[in-house]
């Protein structure tokens, strides 16, 4: 199947059946998630993967009870790093460097060129841009759930400092920005199950410029 048709199946679906999604497909979108494009390469956040029942419905109320939380498979959280500091940037240019075999000298102008773009910004300008980095991933781990006919929903639904204090994000230097729970669609309570997808039309989406 094409990513086409992958795309025009899935749908933030309302309902699941909490039906477990199986280890190889959970592994196949969480590895898409990390392979994602994001600025630099720098990956500024990190994934929470919460299948635990108990966890989960301590989460559903800072959720607003929303319905998906708990019958999902599984609960990805994705938080962005609170602050890009000179460590992050240097363990990176450490990483490349061991990943590739090449001295770490070789890099500094491209630390250099991180370091400039991060020191100008505030730290709350930081974190803003570092959530957008892990949105750029929730989007990649949307389409590979859709691959795998997994049911996905992308979720901005909830209070993201009660989500915060409750999985000690603080102490991990990072702050709550999506939610995207994995499952199977309960086509019998979703009323979305079956309903055609809306989408703007291409000629008002599309601005081509000559």
Known sequence: MSLLQDLN???????????????????????????????????????????????????QPVAYNQPQIFEASHLLVFAAWNDVTEAHITAYINNIAETRGIPVDALQGFHNTIAGTIERLTQEQRFNWSAKQAYIALGTGLAAAAEQKVDATPMEGFDALGMDVLLDLQDRGLRSVAIMPLGYRDEANDQLANAKKVRRAKKDLFIEMA
Request: net charge positive.
């Open 9 to 59: 199946w899935r749908y933030a679906t309302k309902r699941m059946n909490g039906q477990k999604v199986p280890q190889e497909k959970l592994d196949y979108i969480l590895e898409a998630i990390r392979l994602s494009a994001t600025s630099y390469g720098l990956q500024p956040f990190s994934v929470l993967v919460i299948e635990s029942e108990e966890l989960r419905k301590k989460i």
